[in-house]
C-alpha cells in the first residue's frame, strides 16, 4: 500500500520543481512511512512522487518509482495486484526480465505487451499512474470497485494527480473554488460521488476507468461493467451455486494472504467479516489475528457475535471499546483526512478498530461489500415489501398519507414512512439513501443557497437507476449501491480511515471474480422470505456458529443519537450554532436551531442529519478558513 503523486507540465515542457512534488509526497507519508522515491523526467516536463507501506518484497528492489529495462517507462502505484504471480511467468516468456518479487514490477511490462489495455488483466485494488517516455504517455488507472483513489487537476497545460486531494493543493496555485452542486451531492448523500470533487476544477477518476493524456489531450475509458453480471442466466442449480460460493470465497481469502509482514482480520461479528475469518483461519497454520470494536450501548455493541466467532476459530483475539468523549479529538482529524466533507459516521469505530489492528499487524482483511452484493441490508427487504403499495391507485395514497405530513414533525419514522408511499419504487429507494430530504435541506438553508443547491437534488441515484432499468428491482437498486454506495462511501471510508494508521486493508468478497458470482445468482436466492444474504448464509451453515448466521441484520453503526442527547450535546451546539457557522450564509439560524433543540428535547432520527451538517462545518474550518 502506498501513496502516489506527480506532475506534467505538458505544454510547456519545462521541469518539475523539487520542492513541490517533495511537499506534495510529504502529505502522503501515512499511506506510505516506509520508504519515499521520485523519478524527474526534466526533458518532457514530468515528476512522480511516491511513499511506501512494504508489504510484499521488503528490499530495495521494491521500492517505486519503478522502471522497466530500459528505463522508458515508469510506474507508482498504490495497492496491490493479487494476481501477479500468475501474470509473471508469462511475462517472463515472452523475454522480460523482473528485478524484483513485488507486484508492481508486473505491471510495468504488462503494460509494454498491451498498453492501458494490460489493465484489465490486473486484479486487484490499485490506484496507477504509468509515464511512457516514448509515447508522452501519461495513464491514470483505478481497480473495479473503487477501493484505492485518484485525484487529478488538469487546467489544459498541465496535470496534477495524487492519491488524496491534500497533495494536490500544496500547489497553491491549484484553485479552491467551491462546486455546489458536489456540496448538493454532499448534503442528500453524505459523500461527494465521482467524478466530482467538492472543489470544482479538481476531478476523481472514476472506478473501472482509465484515464490516458497525450498530444495534449485527456480520454477517460470504461474497462468493466457489473451490469452484464446481473443479467446472465441462471447458470447453477440451488447446491451448485452454494458449492460455487463456498469455493470462490475460500479462494479469495486465500490470494488475499499473500504478505511479507504480519496479517489479521477485522472480524464485526457479522456474517461477512465472520466468513472471511474463517475461510482466512482454515488455510493459516498459526491462529490468525482478529480485531473487533465495541460501544457501551448494547444496542450497538456486536462484542459477543466477534468472540462466538474467535473462540470457534482460535483466533488471536482483540477488543476496543468507542467512548464518545473520543469524537471531539477525532472528528477534525478524520476532516483533515477525508479531504472532502464525508458522513458516514461509522469512519470513528473503523479509525479506532484500525489504529488497534496497527499495533499488532500491517495487513488486515474486513468483510467489505458483502451487504451489497449478498444483498444483506435490511432495507432491500423493505424497498420489495413497499412495493406491494403500488397496488394502491395514488390518488389514495395521497388522501391517505398527505394529511399525516402536516401533523408528523421531522425526524418521527412515521413521517418517513408516509413520505415512502407517496413515491414510485425508484423513487422510494432514492429517498431511503438520502442523508437529508429535499423538503427539510429546503427548510434549512437560506433562500440564495437553495436556489444553488437544490435543483440538482436526486439526480445523481436517478442516472444510476435509469441504467439498471430492466433488472429485477433486487438487482437494479443492488447495481446502484455497488456503483454509488459501496465506492462512493464504505470503500472511501474503509480507505482512509485505515491508512491514516497506516494499516493496508484488503476485501475478498469485493474480487471481481466473487462480485460477478454473486450479481449472477437469481435474486431469490439472494434475499429469500425477507432474509439477505440467504444463499450465502446456506453456503456458511455448519461452518459459522449458528449464533453469527441467525442474529438479525445490524449494521456497523455509531449510537449517536444518545450521544447528541448526552455527552455531545453541547459540543454539537457550539459548533453548529457559533458565528463561523453562520458567517457560511449556508443556513437559516432559526431553523437549525429548532432542529437541534428539538432534537435534543425529544431524540428523533435526525442524528445522521446533525452529523452531515456537522462534519461539513468541521470541514470547511479545515480546508477553506485555515487557509485564509
Same mark, same amino acid.
Not at 518509482?65 to 501477479?84: A, L, Q, S
Not at 394529511?403 to 408528523?408: A, G, Q, S, T
Not at 474480487?511 to 439472494?526: G, I, K
Given at each position: 500500500?502506498?501513496?502516489?503523486?506527480?506532475?506534467?507540465?505538458?505544454?510547456?515542457?519545462?521541469?518539475?520543481?523539487?520542492?513541490?512534488?517533495?511537499?506534495?509526497?510529504?502529505?502522503?507519508?501515512?499511506?506510505?512511512?516506509?520508504?519515499?522515491?521520485?523519478?524527474?523526467?526534466?526533458?518532457?516536463?514530468?515528476?512522480?512522487?511516491?511513499?511506501?507501506?512494504?508489504?510484499?518484497?521488503?528490499?530495495?528492489?521494491?521500492?517505486?518509482?519503478?522502471?522497466?529495462?530500459?528505463?522508458?517507462?515508469?510506474?507508482?502505484?498504490?495497492?496491490?495486484?493479487?494476481?501477479?504471480?500468475?501474470?509473471?511467468?508469462?511475462?517472463?516468456?515472452?523475454?522480460?526480465?523482473?528485478?524484483?518479487?513485488?507486484?508492481?514490477?508486473?505491471?510495468?511490462?504488462?503494460?509494454?505487451?498491451?498498453?492501458?489495455?494490460?489493465?484489465?488483466?490486473?486484479?486487484?485494488?490499485?490506484?496507477?499512474?504509468?509515464?511512457?517516455?516514448?509515447?508522452?504517455?501519461?495513464?491514470?488507472?483505478?481497480?473495479?470497485?473503487?477501493? $484505492?483513489?485518484?485525484?487529478?487537476?488538469?487546467?489544459?497545460?498541465?496535470?496534477?494527480?495524487?492519491?488524496?486531494?491534500?497533495?494536490?493543493?500544496?500547489?497553491?496555485?491549484?484553485?479552491?473554488?467551491?462546486?455546489?452542486?458536489?456540496?448538493?451531492?454532499?448534503?442528500? !448523500?453524505?459523500?461527494?460521488?465521482?467524478?466530482?470533487?467538492?472543489?470544482?476544477?479538481?476531478? $476523481?477518476?472514476?472506478?473501472?476507468?482509465?484515464?490516458?493524456?497525450?498530444?495534449?489531450?485527456?480520454?477517460?475509458?470504461?474497462?468493466?461493467?457489473?451490469?452484464?453480471?446481473? *443479467?446472465?442466466?441462471?447458470?447453477?442449480?440451488?447446491?451448485?451455486?452454494?458449492?460455487?460460493?463456498?469455493?470462490?470465497?475460500?479462494?479469495?481469502?486465500?490470494?488475499?494472504?499473500?504478505?511479507?509482514?504480519?496479517?489479521?482480520?477485522?472480524?464485526?461479528?457479522?456474517?461477512?467479516?465472520?466468513?472471511?475469518?474463517?475461510?482466512?483461519?482454515?488455510?493459516?497454520?498459526?491462529?490468525?489475528?482478529?480485531?473487533?470494536?465495541?460501544?457501551?450501548?448494547?444496542?450497538?455493541?456486536?462484542?459477543?457475535?466477534?468472540?462466538?466467532?474467535?473462540?470457534?476459530?482460535?483466533?488471536?483475539?482483540?477488543?476496543?471499546?468507542?467512548?464518545? *468523549?473520543?469524537?471531539?479529538?477525532?472528528?477534525?482529524?478524520?476532516?483533515?483526512?477525508?479531504?472532502?466533507?464525508?458522513?458516514?459516521?461509522?469512519?470513528?469505530?473503523?479509525?479506532?478498530?484500525?489504529?488497534?489492528?496497527?499495533?499488532?499487524?500491517?495487513?488486515?482483511?474486513?468483510?467489505?461489500?458483502?451487504?451489497?452484493?449478498?444483498?444483506?441490508?435490511?432495507?432491500?427487504?423493505?424497498?420489495? *415489501?413497499?412495493?406491494?403499495?403500488?397496488?394502491?391507485?395514488?390518488?389514495?395514497?395521497?388522501?391517505?398519507?398527505?394529511?399525516?405530513?402536516?401533523?408528523?414533525?421531522?425526524?418521527?419514522?412515521?413521517?418517513?414512512?408516509?413520505?415512502?408511499?407517496?413515491?414510485?419504487?425508484? #423513487?422510494?429507494?432514492?429517498?431511503?439513501?438520502?442523508?437529508?430530504?429535499?423538503?427539510?435541506?429546503?427548510?434549512?438553508?437560506?433562500?440564495?443557497?437553495?436556489?444553488?443547491?437544490?435543483?440538482? #437534488?436526486?439526480?445523481?441515484?436517478?442516472?444510476?437507476?435509469?441504467?439498471?432499468?430492466?433488472?429485477?428491482?433486487?438487482?437494479?437498486?443492488?447495481?446502484?449501491?455497488?456503483?454509488?454506495?459501496?465506492?462512493?462511501?464504505?470503500?472511501?471510508?474503509?480507505?482512509?480511515?485505515?491508512?491514516?494508521?497506516?494499516?493496508?486493508?484488503?476485501?475478498?468478497?469485493?474480487?471481481?471474480?466473487?462480485?460477478?458470482?454473486?450479481?449472477?445468482?437469481?435474486?431469490?436466492?439472494?434475499?429469500?422470505?425477507?432474509?439477505?444474504?440467504?444463499?450465502?448464509?446456506?453456503?456458511?451453515?455448519?461452518?459459522?456458529?449458528?449464533?453469527?448466521?441467525?442474529?438479525?441484520?445490524?449494521?456497523?453503526?455509531?449510537?449517536?443519537? $444518545?450521544?447528541?442527547?448526552?455527552?455531545?450535546?453541547? !459540543?454539537?451546539?457550539?459548533?453548529?450554532?457559533?458565528?463561523?457557522?453562520?458567517?457560511?450564509?449556508?443556513?437559516?439560524?432559526?431553523?437549525?436551531?429548532?432542529?437541534?433543540?428539538?432534537?435534543?428535547? #425529544?431524540?428523533?432520527?435526525?442524528?445522521?442529519?446533525?452529523?452531515?451538517?456537522?462534519?461539513?462545518?468541521?470541514?470547511?474550518?479545515?480546508?477553506?478558513?485555515?487557509?485564509?
Amino acid at each position: 500500500m502506498c501513496g502516489i503523486c506527480g506532475i506534467w507540465n505538458y505544454k510547456s515542457r519545462e521541469p518539475v520543481h523539487r520542492e513541490l512534488l517533495a511537499a506534495m509526497t510529504g502529505t502522503l507519508v501515512h499511506r506510505g512511512p516506509d520508504a519515499e522515491g521520485f523519478h524527474f523526467d526534466d526533458a518532457h516536463g514530468l515528476g512522480l512522487g511516491f511513499r511506501r507501506l512494504a508489504i510484499i518484497d521488503l528490499s530495495p528492489a521494491g521500492n517505486q518509482p519503478m522502471p522497466n529495462e530500459d528505463e522508458t517507462i515508469w510506474v507508482v502505484f498504490n495497492g496491490e495486484i493479487y494476481n501477479f504471480a500468475d501474470l509473471r511467468p508469462t511475462l517472463e516468456s515472452r523475454g522480460h526480465i523482473f528485478r524484483s518479487r513485488a507486484d508492481t514490477e508486473v505491471i510495468v511490462h504488462a503494460y509494454e505487451e498491451r498498453g492501458a489495455e494490460c489493465i484489465r488483466d490486473l486484479n486487484g485494488m490499485f490506484a496507477i499512474a504509468l509515464w511512457d517516455r516514448r509515447a508522452q504517455r501519461l495513464v491514470l488507472a483505478r481497480d473495479r470497485l473503487g477501493k $484505492k483513489p485518484v485525484y487529478y487537476y488538469d487546467d489544459g497545460a498541465r496535470i496534477i494527480f495524487a492519491s488524496e486531494l491534500k497533495a494536490i493543493l500544496r500547489d497553491p496555485s491549484v484553485p479552491r473554488e467551491l462546486d455546489f452542486a458536489a456540496l448538493g451531492n454532499y448534503l442528500t !448523500y453524505g459523500y461527494v460521488p465521482s467524478p466530482r470533487a467538492i472543489f470544482k476544477q479538481i476531478h $476523481k477518476l472514476a472506478p473501472a476507468h482509465f484515464l490516458v493524456l497525450e498530444r495534449g489531450c485527456v480520454t477517460t475509458r470504461r474497462y468493466w461493467d457489473l451490469l452484464p453480471a446481473f *443479467q446472465s442466466p441462471a447458470m447453477y442449480t440451488e447446491s451448485e451455486w452454494i458449492e460455487e460460493i463456498r469455493v470462490m470465497l475460500r479462494a479469495v481469502v486465500r490470494d488475499r494472504l499473500v504478505s511479507d509482514v504480519p496479517l489479521g482480520v477485522l472480524l464485526s461479528g457479522g456474517v461477512d467479516s465472520s466468513a472471511v475469518a474463517a475461510a482466512a483461519a482454515e488455510a493459516t497454520d498459526h491462529p490468525i489475528k482478529t480485531f473487533s470494536i465495541g460501544f457501551a450501548e448494547k444496542e450497538f455493541n456486536e462484542l459477543p457475535y466477534a468472540r462466538a466467532v474467535a473462540e470457534r476459530f482460535g483466533t488471536d483475539h482483540h477488543e476496543l471499546i468507542v467512548a464518545p *468523549q473520543s469524537l471531539r479529538e477525532v472528528m477534525p482529524r478524520l476532516a483533515q483526512q477525508f479531504d472532502e466533507p464525508f458522513a458516514d459516521s461509522s469512519a470513528v469505530p473503523t479509525y479506532y478498530v484500525s489504529q488497534m489492528a496497527r499495533q499488532h499487524v500491517t495487513v488486515v482483511l474486513s468483510g467489505d461489500g458483502g451487504d451489497e452484493m449478498l444483498a444483506g441490508y435490511t432495507r432491500y427487504a423493505r424497498a420489495l *415489501q413497499e412495493m406491494s403499495a403500488q397496488r394502491i391507485p395514488l390518488l389514495l395514497r395521497r388522501a391517505l398519507f398527505q394529511p399525516l405530513l402536516k401533523f408528523l414533525p421531522e425526524g418521527i419514522p412515521g413521517r418517513r414512512f408516509a413520505l415512502r408511499m407517496l413515491l414510485d419504487p425508484e #423513487h422510494r429507494y432514492m429517498f431511503y439513501m438520502q442523508m437529508i430530504s429535499r423538503n427539510l435541506l429546503g427548510n434549512l438553508l437560506t433562500p440564495e443557497m437553495r436556489r444553488v443547491l437544490l435543483p440538482g #437534488h436526486c439526480e445523481y441515484l436517478g442516472s444510476l437507476m435509469e441504467q439498471a432499468r430492466g433488472l429485477d428491482f433486487l438487482s437494479q437498486i443492488q447495481f446502484v449501491d455497488a456503483v454509488s454506495y459501496l465506492p462512493e462511501d464504505i470503500l472511501v471510508k474503509v480507505d482512509r480511515a485505515s491508512m491514516l494508521t497506516s494499516l493496508e486493508t484488503r476485501a475478498p468478497l469485493l474480487d471481481y471474480r466473487f462480485v460477478e458470482l454473486m450479481a449472477s445468482v437469481p435474486s431469490n436466492l439472494r434475499l429469500r422470505g425477507g432474509q439477505g444474504k440467504w444463499i450465502f448464509k446456506r453456503a456458511l451453515r455448519g461452518w459459522l456458529p449458528d449464533l453469527v448466521l441467525d442474529r438479525p441484520k445490524q449494521g456497523f453503526g455509531v449510537p449517536l443519537r $444518545k450521544w447528541f442527547h448526552g455527552e455531545l450535546a453541547e !459540543y454539537m451546539r457550539a459548533i453548529l450554532l457559533d458565528s463561523q457557522t453562520r458567517a457560511r450564509g449556508l443556513w437559516r439560524m432559526d431553523a437549525l436551531e429548532r432542529l437541534l433543540n428539538g432534537h435534543i428535547a #425529544h431524540p428523533r432520527s435526525l442524528d445522521g442529519v446533525i452529523w452531515t451538517l456537522l462534519v461539513l462545518e468541521l470541514w470547511w474550518r479545515e480546508y477553506n478558513d485555515a487557509t485564509r
